[in-house]
């Protein structure tokens, strides 16, 4: 009987570290995603974008704008559910919404913040730096 209890218990410490990694896993900030494609709705208030890891290692499910919602967006990105390769919710593209007061687009890296698309002054048009 006492063995028995043993074994129940390794178990459900098993399942448990093994579902934790799993979690914890999808929680994990991705610092080396790139920009691919993007654009504008016509009314301004929805950009559409592209975006993927830099490395052929691991998958994007989300993102999170960190920067209070307009001018500027820093947008950090979060690793898929499931381990390291996994593609357990992975996207590819996002919309994030827009005010006419918006006028720079940062993404997360290790070290702080990058620029990855500014709204020209003159034209009004989103362009890459």
Known sequence: M????IAVLAVSVLV????????????????DIVLGEYSVSQDGTKLTFSAGAASSMGYTRGFKDVGGGVKPHYLDFYSTFGGLNSSFGAKSEFQLDLDEQDTEIYFGRGDGYELVLYKDAASGEWKRP
């Open 16 to 31: 448990l570290l093994i579902g934790f990694i799993w979690v914890a896993t999808g929680l994990t900030k991705r610092t």
């Open 2 to 5: 006492k063995a028995k209890r």
